[in-house]
């Protein structure tokens, strides 16, 4: 069964630095594209970038190039998205979730709630 | 605003049949990319409900049906049931100059009335 399981809940304050992950299991790790999709509070999904662990290959949206960075560590199945310095906008749900082909995403996280506030 | 328009939200009684519109443009659905369409229920990940522009994954009821002409894509539902009642989102691929990659509708709600 296919599975990606998502870092818990966290709470920062603004110009703080976070990581969180993204575990996928049941499926080849470092042959399918790995995204990150962010929702804003009441808001709809966007598109933030991808990843394909199996050469790191890395494409961002130009609405978060330069923003965040996405990275992957095969040897544990992991995936991770991370800010440098947080800002309140970053409040946000984050979810991760593999791309088979096509730039269809088959299965996703369970999200991961990113709370900035001073 | 999103590359994709969708409607903020359509509604439909228990049994109704409803349509949800996915309108883009020439350098995404217009230039052949496929669309996909998940739905969210609240509180929860969103999930994969058509691929391909008309595909179900195993699992997906047939009332969920895809389709795709020129720039647009549209989702049926038909024989509306209560657990329905979501958000849905529409996707595809843009190969835009200025940043291609993966682009969302802005999600359309549905009340099952």
């Known amino acids: 069964e296919v599975q990606l399981v998502q870092s818990g809940a966290e709470v920062k304050k603004p110009g703080e630095s976070l990581k969180i992950s993204c575990k996928g299991s049941?499926?080849?790790?470092?042959?399918?594209?790995i995204g990150w999709v962010r929702q804003m509070p009441g808001k709809g999904l966007e598109w933030m970038g991808i990843?394909?662990?199996?050469?790191?290959?890395?494409r961002y949206s130009p609405s978060f190039q330069g923003q965040v960075t996405i990275s992957a560590d095969k040897s544990i199945s992991t995936a991770y998205l991370q800010w440098s310095s947080l800002k309140a906008s970053d409040t946000a749900m984050y979810y991760c979730?593999?791309?088979?082909?096509?730039?269809?995403?088959?299965?996703w996280g369970q999200g991961t709630l990113v709370t900035v506030s001073s | 605003q999103s590359v994709l328009t969708q409607p903020p939200s359509v509604s439909g009684a228990p049994g109704q049949r409803v349509t949800i519109s996915c309108t883009g443009s020439?350098?995404?659905?217009?230039?052949?990319?496929?669309v996909h369409w998940y739905q969210q229920l609240p509180g929860t990940a969103p999930k994969l409900l058509i691929y391909?522009?008309?595909n179900r994954p195993s699992g997906v009821p047939d009332r969920f049906s895809g389709s795709k002409s020129g720039t647009s894509a549209s989702l049926a539902i038909t024989g509306l049931q209560a657990e329905d009642e979501a958000d849905y989102y529409c996707?595809?691929?843009?190969?835009?100059?200025?940043?291609?990659?993966?682009?969302f509708g802005g999600g359309t709600k549905l009340t099952v009335l």
């Open positions: 049941g499926y080849s790790f470092t042959s399918y594209w």
């Open positions: 391909g522009n008309s």
């Open positions: 979730a593999i791309s088979r082909g096509g730039w269809v995403f088959d299965y």
């Open positions: 020439s350098s995404n659905i217009g230039a052949g990319y496929d």
């Open positions: 996707q595809s691929y843009d190969s835009s100059l200025s940043g291609p990659g993966v682009v």
């Open positions: 990843i394909y662990p199996g050469d790191s290959d890395t």
